[in-house]
């Protein structure tokens, strides 16, 4: 019956992948954080369209504009309303 130990190369080597591995996913997670991919900060025909909402009443309407163009979240659209 084979030995299920593994040898000192083995774990040498296995903890060296697995080490490779985890610092590329930080790197991967690092990357994306710096680039991401929407932009906090509407173009001005978009701003143009939330103040004239909010000016109509449709607070509501102008926070799912802003979150749908820039991907902010609920919170920070909320608050990025109020303040135009």
Known sequence: MP???INTTG???LT???TALIIA??????RFTQHPRNHLTPNPD???QARELKAN????D???LVRGET???HRAAVRFVRRL
């Open 3 to 5: 030995s299920l130990a």
């Open 16 to 18: 060296i992948l697995v």
């Open 25 to 30: 996913v930080i790197i991967g997670a690092v």
């Open 57 to 60: 009443g449709q607070i509501q």
């Open 46 to 48: 978009v701003l143009d």
């Open 62 to 64: 102008a926070v799912f």
């Open 71 to 73: 991907g902010m979240s």
């Open 11 to 13: 774990l040498i080597l």
